[in-house]
């Protein structure tokens, strides 16, 4: 167990659905990060939110939203979603600082059919 | 966007034998890290180098870093069983605040037979 939990496990849904991917950081970590891994397009960042707010927004589409609430869990919303959204998505936390790795949670396979 | 490309994109090798992966990154970096993914799983930090930093040992890991080259390798000495995942390395940008994303590379799966 990383710390880091994530729910849920697995999540199948159709196409123009809307899902939300719900993260707990690790204690003590005050930021949150998403990352999208699929097949074609290894792993790539979604979105970090630092002690509630927004601090970085990396490939993540206008159908996806994120949030993170005062208790520091972050939520990710996936909107309209497309096939192509199938994917495992990750979050994880660190403490913020300069020199900290990340630690991940097992993730969330969503798949659209 | 990958910033880091590691080499080989595949590495099989025997129990006991070294493995080396290759990582080349392309803008200035503040830490190069490597991670774990054993199939499905969450990545898993192994080892963080800073930028002013040449070599460091963690273990049976031995990673070293050429700023001037923009490139690190992995060797993972005496290899295991256990040690079959795919291995990424992820640059951390030069930037003040708290924006610490990392940007993930295409990774190297390594295979050790028994």
């Known amino acids: 167990d990383s710390g880091v939990t994530q729910t849920p496990k697995h999540l199948i849904t159709a196409t123009g659905q809307r899902v939300t991917l719900r993260c707990s950081p690790r204690?003590?970590?005050?930021?949150v990060y998403w990352y999208q891994q699929s097949l074609d397009q290894g792993l790539q960042f979604l979105i970090q939110?630092?002690?509630?707010?927004?601090?970085a927004k990396g490939n993540i589409l206008e159908r996806f939203s994120a949030q993170q609430f005062p208790d520091l869990h972050s939520e990710l919303n996936l909107s309209s979603l497309e096939l192509g959204d199938s994917a495992l998505y990750f979050c994880?936390?660190?403490?913020?600082?300069?020199?900290?790795?990340?630690?991940f949670g097992s993730g969330t396979r969503l798949t659209v059919v | 966007s990958q910033q880091g490309e590691e080499d080989p994109q595949a590495l099989s090798i025997q129990e006991g034998e070294n493995a080396t992966m290759n990582c080349s990154y392309k803008?200035?970096?503040?830490?190069l890290q490597w991670y774990r993914q054993n199939s499905g799983r969450g990545l898993v930090h192994l080892i963080l180098?800073?930028?002013?930093?040449r070599e460091k040992h963690s273990g049976r890991l031995r990673v070293t870093l050429d700023t001037s080259k923009k490139s690190s390798s992995l060797l993972i000495t005496a290899s295991r069983a256990a040690d079959t995942a795919s291995y990424f390395c992820?640059?951390?940008?030069?930037?003040?605040?708290?924006?610490?994303?990392?940007?993930f590379g295409s990774g190297t799966q390594l295979t050790v037979l028994p």
């Open positions: 180098i800073r930028s002013n930093e």
């Open positions: 939110y630092y002690n509630g707010e927004e601090r």
């Open positions: 992820a640059t951390g940008p030069i930037s003040s605040g708290s924006a610490r994303q990392l940007t």
């Open positions: 204690s003590g970590d005050l930021s």
């Open positions: 994880a936390s660190s403490v913020g600082g300069e020199d900290y790795g990340y630690t």
């Open positions: 803008t200035s970096i503040n830490n």
